[in-house]
């Protein structure tokens, strides 16, 4: 009788390189989107910083909502190839409608704008049905308790990496020219990566996405037993429960929207955020440990909303400060600001194995930090970050620009953060989540990740703006019979300040004065008049860069600390789970 070997292949079958290129397209065409979108909304489409944070807050927590949406569509109905492709192709259309944008904005600013948040509804739910479902086939690419599968993860971590490190220099270098005509360059790359992606997906899928066996991955689902059917049930709350925090989600909804004056769709994420927990946790049949580790799950998710509404300003205030206050130039060549984008991803691609072996070490010495610990952490090296460029704008005058190393570092030392905290959440929530409640603590997991997302262009929104008065500029333009507001700016929908139409003052337009002397000297007068509006958060002033980042070490210090006293507490309400 021969033996069967059991010794696994070496190499990692072919299916996962084609996912990696996939997902590698999919992130090119996100990413180099992203790097464009706050500045096409100021310089092509005139919005505020405010009313643009706010834009940018939704469409980015919209984005970690819908996986809910097209997991489910998935399990339930399509399969993952049907719902990858699908949702491809949604996005690649947005992506076009955002090049549409780009093309009309200077004839038509409301169509443009009209097609730009046309193009955000595809990119919204076409992620929703790509995302989720690319990342789940790469474990189903091997056998069961296959070694390999952790290394599988990581390449295809690389592969999210390449896309995210290439779409801000490449898309940038197109679409951020300093000239707004040139965004939609930038939108069409977006769309022709996301196009490559779903073609290279459709055309390798049937050959190589398929298991040890080589039956193909990802079809329609198939019926399954009954006794399958009740391993895998959900539990059921009994209806007058579920009304019941229906209902409370409902007053949540009205609260947030009506009371604290958030938009509908802020509204909408941050009751839901507090509703499904509790709907989660008043289930009668969970154990008390069940319900500890469930609590661990919901206060550390707490938390990471403090990181990732910070660490998420890299698409926002970030790229504004990128733009106005970085010196930019390297001898003749001007840095597209959207570039910074890219230094995230590198820093993962250079320092993720550096962590991978301190964490090692530290386990072989068993002195490895519990999950809360690392993730408290996270959030100190995330104020550590905002520390150092606030120190690097204090007392800046309006005007000076300062290096670009200060927002390197900042990127740098965040990207420390992110490697502490990141990886460690999904898997910490599979640990400690029952098996019934494994999908619905999953999406609370991501909801918690949506809520920082639209925090994020909340806290973006008080960015110090300087604003010069209108009545200033319309007496400048009488003395020197010259045009210095914006011919396609709606002067109504100005914001005003003391009773006075205000301007934000990168939207004056110098463009028609052709005496350089002139030019300068009403530039200087403008500058001299101009107003920075203080802003409050929450009893917080912010009157300028210094306070704005301050912010965010006071809110990200503050989170450590709270997190690493409570650290000990959590770890025993893990169970043993570590």
Known sequence: MSEVSTQQPKGHPKGLYILFVTEMWERFSYYGMRALFTLFLLKALLFDKDFTSQIYGSYTGLVYLTPLIGGYV??????????????????????????LSGSMYSTDIEMAKILMFGGLGFLIFGNGFFKPNISTMVGQLYPANDTRVDGAFTIFYMGINLGAFLAPLVCGFVGDTGNPMDFKWGFLLASIGMIVSVLFFVFTKDKYIVTPDGKPIGGKPTSVSTAEAKAIETPRMSTSKTLLWVGIWLILLGAFYWLLDKDLIGAFIFSLTIAAPGYIISDPSLTKIEQQRIWVIFIVAFFVIFFWSAFEQAGASLTYFAEEQTNRNIGNVVVPASAFQSVNAIAIVIFAPVFAWIWTRLSKKNIEPASPYKQALGLFLLAIGYLVIAFGVKGLAPGVKVSMMWLISLYTIHTFGELCLSPIGLSMVNKLAPVKFASLLMGVWF????????????????????????????????????????????????????????????????????????????????????????????????????????????????????????????????????
């Open 74 to 99: 998935a399990d339930k109905y399509w399969g993952n190839r049907k719902s990858i492709v699908f949702g491809g192709i949604l996005m690649a259309i947005g992506q076009l409608f955002m090049f």
């Open 447 to 578: 909801l918690s990740t949506a809520t920082a997302n639209k925090f994020a262009g909340t806290l973006s929104s008080f960015y110090p703006e300087p604003v010069v008065k209108v009545s200033l500029l319309n007496e400048i333009q009488s003395a020197h019979t010259v045009s210095i507001l914006p011919k396609e700016l709606d002067i109504t929908k100005l914001k005003e300040m003391e009773g006075e139409k205000v301007l934000p003052l990168e939207k004056v337009n110098y463009s028609g004065i052709k005496d350089a002397q002139l030019k300068e000297s009403i530039k200087s007068t403008v500058e001299t008049e101009q107003i920075v509006p203080v802003k409050n958060f929450l009893g917080f002033k912010i009157a300028n860069l210094y306070d704005f980042f301050m912010l965010f070490v006071f809110m990200a210090g503050a989170s450590s600390i709270v997190l690493f006293f409570l650290s000990k507490q959590l770890i025993k309400m893990m169970n043993g789970v570590r």
